[in-house]
């Protein structure tokens, strides 16, 4: 079937095709930026545990909201601060 435009209703043309569809090569080039990316920042792991324990403790009913005022809090500076130390105490020499 063909539109107006001449585009076959079929099959998009190359131009509609989403811009964040990543081919295979480019998904697995993507994954392996996104790993060393993480090696880098340790902290990114600290961080996700942080905030993952804080909602498991109140289980809020709205979480956005609530990581939002616990990140701008005092609590959230010395709950990460309580995880890097223990990470650093727990962590296996190089």
């Given at each position: 079937m063909v539109d107006r435009s001449g585009a076959s209703a079929a099959r998009p043309a190359a131009a509609?095709?989403?811009a964040h569809i990543l081919t295979p090569k480019q998904q697995?080039?993507?994954q392996i930026s996104n790993e060393r990316y993480l090696r880098q920042h340790p902290e990114v792991h600290?961080?996700?545990?942080c905030l993952t324990r804080?909602?498991?403790k109140h289980q809020p009913d709205h979480i956005?909201?609530?990581l939002?005022?616990?990140v701008a809090s005092e609590a959230f500076d010395t709950a990460l601060?309580?995880?890097q130390t223990r990470g650093a105490a727990t962590a296996s020499p190089p």
């Open positions: 509609a095709m989403p697995i080039e993507h600290t961080i996700i545990r804080q909602i498991m956005e909201p609530f939002c005022e616990f601060a309580r995880l």
